[in-house]
């Protein structure tokens, strides 16, 4: 069964404090990872997809990089509007509707000041 | 801003009774998606509409059922609501029917009592 674990649940940091938080899947056949980020009260705001091990992309304090079984997001410095929770998700290569993605629980992020 | 629009914003119902949300996709998508956010989790995938048909469906039970119109909008109608069914909707067109292209609406939250 396809299913995507994020953790931590929750993390909070201080301002300029960088860290990373991982997504572990398992997926019969890998089209796409995605990365969001959701505000409260808000849908989610998509951030990037990784389609192969190996791949990174980088977008302003954010880096996402993917392996064969998980993808990490590296937050450098970040600043207290990067609070939001991190959500992650796959897409199954041939899973029938296109726009199937399977979510993780999220990481709910507190950057202080 | 996205462009996709959600109605209501919220919404109180009792057990037993019927709802029907909507969502207005963003100009030029064909495609879209309804999932299911329970406070906590990972948005879960109900349905997508293409063209005005379902073309893929989650593990929703048939008490759950959507219309796209000409103009590419859309409704979720839920009948005989549960407790569980409390939860936030949300919205996605999409441009090619891509989770690249998708773009997220700020949600229907939905209480049932």
């Known amino acids: 069964e396809d299913q995507v674990t994020q953790s931590p649940e929750a993390l909070r940091l201080q301002e300029g404090e960088s860290s990373s938080l991982n997504c572990s899947y398992t997926v019969s056949g890998l089209r796409g990872l995605f990365w969001y980020r959701q505000d409260p009260g808000k849908g989610p705001e998509f951030l990037f997809t990784?389609?192969?091990a190996g791949e990174e992309k980088e977008k302003e304090r954010l880096k996402a990089t993917l392996t064969k079984k998980e993808s990490f997001l590296h937050i450098t410095a970040p600043k207290p509007e990067d609070s939001a929770t991190y959500l992650c998700?796959?897409?199954?290569?041939?899973?029938?509707?296109?726009?199937?993605?399977?979510f993780g629980t999220g990481t709910l992020l507190a950057v202080q000041p | 801003e996205t462009g996709v629009t959600q109605s209501p914003t919220h919404l109180i119902k009792t057990r037993g009774q019927q709802v029907t949300l909507r969502c207005s996709s963003q100009s030029g998508h064909n495609t879209v998606s309804w999932y299911q956010q329970a406070l906590g989790q990972g948005p879960q995938f109900i349905f997508q509409y293409y063209r005005e048909e379902e073309n893929g469906r989650g593990n929703f039970p048939p008490r759950f059922s959507g219309l796209q119109f000409p103009n590419y909008s859309s409704e979720l109608n839920v009948n005989a609501l549960e407790l569980d069914d409390s939860a936030l909707y949300l919205c996605?067109?999409?441009?090619?029917?891509?989770?690249?292209?998708?773009?997220f609406g700020p949600g229907t939250r939905l209480l049932v009592l």
């Open positions: 998700a796959v897409q199954r290569m041939g899973g029938g509707a296109t726009n199937k993605l399977i």
């Open positions: 996605a067109s999409s441009l090619d029917g891509t989770p690249e292209t998708q773009y």
């Open positions: 990784l389609y192969s």
